[in-house]
């Protein structure tokens, strides 16, 4: 008797694309499993997708092993290169030292 399956979706956003694709896997398949056999890691092959971390519906998820529900849409995080509370903090100093020169 053949395995159930279930469907999910796997999406990854690059600087300048971005894919979703919709996967059937076996039912108890784990999240790692599914990105695997998306086939998703063959179509950005600069990333170590599976060294990302990943989440469902926009909540991280620890355990990449833990099994995946029909319907989930699994999404497979960018590492961050600038340190967003860094990259606000410099660009108010620089609207404040704008804000001093006009004011000056």
């Known amino acids: 008797m053949a395995e159930p399956a279930i469907n999910v979706e796997v999406v990854f956003a690059a600087v300048d694309r ?21 086939g998703i890691a063959g179509q950005f092959p600069e990333l170590d ?6 989440g469902i519906f ?4 620890a355990d ?3 099994p995946v529900e029909e319907g989930d849409r699994i999404e497979i995080y960018r590492l961050l290169i600038a340190d967003p509370k860094e990259v606000r903090r410099l660009r108010a100093a620089k609207a404040a030292e704008a804000a001093r020169l006009r004011n000056a």
């Open 18 to 38: 971005q894919l979703l694709l919709s996967v059937q896997v076996p039912a108890g398949c784990s999240v790692r499993e599914a990105v695997e056999r998306s």
């Open 49 to 54: 997708l599976l060294a990302c971390p990943m």
């Open 64 to 66: 990449v092993e833990r």
């Open 58 to 61: 926009g909540k991280v998820v």
